[in-house]
């Protein structure tokens, strides 16, 4: 799967470079840009909709919304956004940031997007992000103990003994 998002990460990057940061392509990038829309675009099928072809992707997300953060399940991927079961959505039209990380690889990835639409289903709800923006990839880790990991200390206090909760 990640081999997939690797293939759009650069698909998107190509064409942010190229159309909103106005950075002319080398011919290498024209070429690869070129291969990269014939895999992702391929036949969409029936759907008229459908510029790209959704592939089925059970990947924890983790977004931002209007005040906060959102977490989800993308339910599909393509080339040019994907679909997200979730229970705090943002409203239509709403700038969003999308991270999907990769434990396994150490690798997340990062879309910025807009919601294209979203639709109730019950108690959840699901999204259609449309990637809109640079992303960016980056390598992560994890430190044993961090920021995030280490207990908050405020003043000379001793350190406590950590909660076994």
């Known amino acids: 799967m990640f081999a997939i998002l690797e293939m759009i990460y650069e698909y998107q990057l190509l064409l942010a470079k190229e159309a909103r940061l106005s950075i002319a392509l080398d011919d290498d990038e024209k070429a690869r840009l070129v291969g990269l829309s014939r895999i992702l675009v391929g036949d969409s099928g029936a ?10 992707a059970p990947l924890s997300v983790q977004f931002t919304v209007p005040g906060g953060f959102g977490s989800g399940v993308a339910c599909n991927i393509s080339g ?3 679909s997200v079961t979730t229970t705090y959505p943002a409203p239509i039209g709403v700038r ?3 991270r999907i990380a990769d434990s396994v690889t150490g690798i997340e990835y990062v879309f910025p997007g807009r919601i294209a ?6 108690s959840t709800f699901r999204v259609g992000v449309a990637f809109d923006g640079v992303p960016a990839r980056a390598p992560f880790m994890t430190p044993p103990r961090g920021v995030w990991r280490d207990e908050v200390r405020f003043g000379t ?9």
């Open 157 to 165: 206090q001793a350190r406590s003994a950590p909660s076994t909760c």
């Open 47 to 56: 759907d008229p909709r459908r510029a790209m072809p959704r592939l089925p």
């Open 117 to 122: 639409w979203r639709v109730r289903d019950g």
């Open 96 to 98: 969003t940031i999308v």
């Open 80 to 82: 040019g956004g994907l």
